[in-house]
């Protein structure tokens, strides 16, 4: 009985808590809006390289700002602003971003956020800047990112 309570826990687990925390993330912010999230290392010959987090509406209609930056911030009041990058989106040149994902430079975060330390990151959207607050696991992606930055 309890190996079957252990194979089916994922199950009845809250939507936050079984995001994939190595760089494919779900967002929620609890009030209907909902992103998916990539977090991937960029390197093309183009363009400079580095990590990039890629935002994308989940929910039908929402458009995401391609001009301004999305910040992170912690519990311990320090924020990281995290430039805007979505026109590395175009697919060509004279094409345009799309208006439901936008993308961001997430590398190396300094000051290194606190392991642990709850996050939460804001999005400007065209619902106004809309606010997701990271599961453990993102965190420690975010920290463990920026920790290896640092070396």
């Known amino acids: 009985m309890a190996v079957g309570l252990l194979v ?5 687990t809250p ?7 190595t760089g494919n993330w779900f967002l929620h912010d609890g009030s209907g809006h909902k992103l998916g999230a990539v977090l991937f290392e960029r390197s093309e010959i183009n363009s400079p390289s580095g990590l990039r987090l890629r935002l994308n509406a989940e929910t039908v ?4 700002n391609h001009t301004r930056p999305t910040v992170m911030s912690d519990g311990a009041k320090q924020a990281w602003s ?11 040149a004279g094409g345009t971003i799309p208006v439901g994902s936008s993308q961001f430079n997430a590398g190396c975060l300094n000051p290194i956020p606190e392991d642990g330390m709850a996050m939460r990151i804001t999005v400007p959207s065209s619902a106004g800047d809309l ?5 453990p696991g993102q965190v ?5 990112i920026s920790s ?3 070396n």
């Open 15 to 21: 939507s936050a808590a079984m995001a994939d925390d």
């Open 82 to 92: 995290l430039d805007n990058l979505s026109q590395e989106l175009l697919s060509s």
């Open 61 to 64: 209609g929402l458009n995401l």
């Open 131 to 135: 606010n997701f607050a990271l599961a």
């Open 148 to 150: 290896a930055c640092a």
């Open 140 to 144: 420690q992606t975010m920290h463990s």
């Open 8 to 12: 089916l826990a994922p199950l009845f």
